[in-house]
C-alpha cells in the first residue's frame, strides 16, 4: 500500500475509533489487516529503535534484571533486551501484535500477553520491574485520553528501577496538535511520571535524521531505592 493510502486508511481508523470513545481500539484493525506485514504497520521496521539502543548506554540503566516492554509492537525492542540478557515481559493492547510477535519470534522467551496500558494487573506494579521501557506508546493515544496512561507506567518501575522512555516532543506550551497520530509530549505531562514517585535522571530534546526530521525527547527517571 502506498503511504498516502496507508495515512488516510490510519487517519479513518483514529477517527472512528475516537468517535466510539475508544481511542486505542484502532490498533487490533491495523495488525489484524497486516497480518505481520510490517510494510502495512508505519512504525514496524523489523529492528529494535535506534534512539532505545542508544539509550541502553545512559549511565545508571541496568544491564540485566526484570524489563517490562510497554506498546511492544512486533516485539523488536522485546527481543533486543532478551538479547542483552534481561527477564522481559511485553505487552500490547493489540492481539493480533502479539500474535504476531509469537509468530515472529517463535523461539522466544519474552512473555508476550495482551494487555491494555490502563488496566495492566496489579502484580505488575507489586513485582516491579527493573527496567520499563516506553518506546512511542504514550504518543500515539491523543489527550485527554493518554493523561491516566503516565501512572499505571510509573507503578511499574521497582524500588531503584528506571523507566527509558523516547517519544515525539513538544513545547509545554504548544498547541495541542489534533492531526495526529502521533500527538507529540510536552516535558509538563511527564510531570506525571514524577508525581509517580520516579526521580528525572536525563532529559534529551533531540532532532532524529528521518526526512522530514522529528522532534524527540528521551527520558530516564528512577524510582528511589526503598
Ligand atoms: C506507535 S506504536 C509503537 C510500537 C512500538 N513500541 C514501536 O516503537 O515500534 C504504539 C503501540 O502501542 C500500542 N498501544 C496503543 N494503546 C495501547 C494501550 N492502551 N495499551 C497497550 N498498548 C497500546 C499499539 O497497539 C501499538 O503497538
New binding site residues.
Given amino acids: 500500500m502506498d503511504p498516502d493510502a496507508l495515512r488516510a486508511k490510519i487517519d479513518g481508523l483514529v477517527r472512528s475509533a475516537r468517535a466510539r470513545g475508544a481511542p486505542?481500539d484502532w490498533?487490533e484493525s491495523l495488525?489484524r489487516d497486516a497480518d505481520g506485514r510490517t510494510d502495512l504497520v508505519p512504525?514496524?521496521d523489523d529492528a529494535p529503535?535506534p534512539h532505545f539502543m542508544a539509550g541502553m548506554a545512559l549511565p545508571g540503566i541496568p544491564t540485566g534484571g526484570r524489563a517490562l516492554?510497554?506498546?511492544?509492537?512486533?516485539g523488536?525492542?522485546a527481543e533486543a533486551l532478551a538479547a542483552l540478557g534481561f527477564e522481559v515481559t511485553a505487552?500490547?493492547?493489540?492481539k493480533s501484535?502479539i500474535e504476531g510477535c509469537r509468530r515472529k519470534h517463535p523461539d522466544s522467551p519474552v512473555r508476550y500477553e495482551v494487555?491494555?496500558?490502563?488496566r495492566l494487573p496489579d502484580h505488575y506494579r507489586l513485582d516491579g520491574f527493573d527496567l520499563v521501557l516506553e518506546?512511542?506508546?504514550l504518543?500515539?493515544?491523543p489527550l485527554p485520553d493518554r493523561t491516566a496512561?503516565f501512572a499505571p507506567v510509573a507503578d511499574c518501575v521497582a524500588p531503584g528501577g528506571v523507566l527509558l522512555a523516547v517519544m515525539r516532543g513538544r513545547d509545554d506550551e504548544a498547541d495541542f496538535d489534533l492531526e495526529g497520530?502521533?500527538w507529540p509530549i510536552s516535558r509538563a505531562e511527564c510531570g506525571a511520571f514524577e508525581a509517580g514517585g520516579l526521580i528525572l535522571e536525563s532529559w534529551e530534546d533531540f532532532t532524529d535524521d528521518e526526512d522530514p526530521p522529528n522532534r524527540r525527547f528521551r527520558a530516564v527517571f528512577r524510582r528511589p531505592s526503598a
Fill in positions: 486505542c490498533f495488525y512504525w514496524a529503535n516492554v510497554l506498546g511492544c509492537g512486533f523488536d525492542d505487552f500490547d493492547v493489540a501484535a494487555r491494555d496500558l490502563f518506546v512511542y506508546t504518543q500515539a493515544i496512561g497520530p502521533p
